[in-house]
């Protein structure tokens, strides 16, 4: 699994253009896999520290006690709409999937600000990075995976 440093050092143009986009909106969404297999989607919020991409959970969260049985999880960072006079200018949105690790040591809690013993704290871990814009009359779509096969440009019109 790649760190968010790692992937910064594998992409940097589209990890620093995610970036910029997660740090714009405080506001995400959460993609988690239910006990059942279906999926579930929660408001979450995120944090750059130490060369990570972290997620906190409030105590007894259904989100965290999803991550904790089955660590694959998505993050869709959501956008103002594009102005449709000139949907160029959108910057587009981003979307993170990977697994999600829990931290439970009562040090790093406590660096992190998790208050309690029972809030959750969680260290993703990178697989995938897409960002969709759109560029004249087409979209683009920029995606990175941990495969080793650095960025792929997809452009449809």
Known sequence: MTSWQEFEGQAPGLASTARGLMERHRHKVLATVRKDGSPRVSGIETQ??????????????VKA??????????????????????PSAWAG????????VEITDAKALAE??????????FRVEVTEVVWTRVEGDELVIDAWH????????????
Not at 112 to 121: C, F, K, N
């Open 146 to 157: 941990d495969n080793g096969t650095g960025v792929t440009q997809i452009r449809r019109k």
């Open 48 to 61: 750059f520290r130490d060369g990570e991409l972290w997620i906190g959970s409030m105590s007894r969260a």
């Open 65 to 86: 006690f999803d991550l904790r049985r089955d660590p694959r999880m998505a993050l869709h960072v959501t956008s103002p709409d594009p102005d449709e006079a000139n």
């Open 112 to 121: 992190a600000g998790i208050p309690g013993d029972d809030s959750h704290l």
């Open 93 to 100: 949105d981003v979307k993170v999937s990977g697994r999600a």
